[in-house]
Structures are given as structure tokens and as C-alpha cells.
């Protein structure tokens, strides 16, 4: 069974950067599409960015310029490389693959960034 694990986030001041890894593993097949989302206190989970196989990238509106998302396929990993942050930025970040063969979605534990202002 797949499983994410994530690293990266902590405490930095508005207009700082910071960078998120997550690596995947436990399965034979590489996920079709791997990603980042976010929950704000108070707030539903939304996307953040996707990296598909194939190469397609998606970037919510919030963060396009700001953010990037890159993908290690050899090591079934995905970074989110964050700039110019904001205190709105803040949030639990949580990384997300499919799983071919469970055929389901798989979370990671979720990493704190927070961003002062």
C-alpha cells in the first residue's frame, strides 16, 4: 500500500520561502498525478498544485508566481517550492497521490507552514 511522507514546512516571515518534499513508496506503480493541498484553520481542504505523469502541471489561482511544483519521478517524489509567502499562505499542507493499485487516494500526515506577518 502506498504511503506519502512529507517534510519541509515551519515557521518563516512573510515574503520568505520555504519547500516541501514529499516522497511516495510501498507500491509498483508510479502515481498517475501527485500534488499538494491545503486546510487553513477554520477552512476546507483546496488545491494547491499537481504534477501529472505525463507532465501537466495545475496551480491554484492563489498561487500561480509564487509557487512551484516539481516532480522526481526516479524517486517517486514531489516538491513544492514556495516564495514571496504570505500570512495567508498559512496553513496544514498536505501532499496527495493515486494509488493504481488500490485504486484510491492517499494522503500524507500533513506538514504546518506558518507564515508571520
Known amino acids: 500500500q502506498m504511503r506519502l511522507v512529507e517534510s519541509g514546512g515551519g515557521l518563516v516571515q512573510a515574503g520568505g520561502s520555504l519547500r516541501l518534499s514529499c516522497a511516495a513508496s510501498?507500491?509498483?506503480?508510479?502515481?498517475?498525478?501527485m500534488g499538494w493541498y491545503r486546510q487553513a484553520p477554520g477552512k476546507q481542504r483546496e488545491l494547491v498544485a499537481t504534477?501529472?505523469?505525463?507532465?501537466?502541471?495545475t496551480y491554484a489561482d492563489s498561487v500561480k508566481g509564487r509557487f512551484t511544483i516539481s516532480r522526481d519521478n526516479a524517486q517517486n517524489t514531489v516538491y513544492l517550492q514556495m516564495n514571496s509567502l504570505k500570512p495567508e499562505d498559512t496553513a496544514v499542507y498536505y501532499c496527495?497521490?493515486?494509488?493504481?493499485?488500490?485504486?484510491?487516494?492517499?494522503w500524507g500526515q500533513g506538514t504546518l507552514v506558518t507564515v508571520s506577518s
Open positions: 496527495n497521490a493515486d494509488d493504481f493499485l488500490t485504486h484510491s487516494e492517499v
Open positions: 510501498g507500491s509498483p506503480f508510479k502515481p498517475s498525478v
Open positions: 504534477f501529472a505523469l505525463g507532465g501537466s502541471i
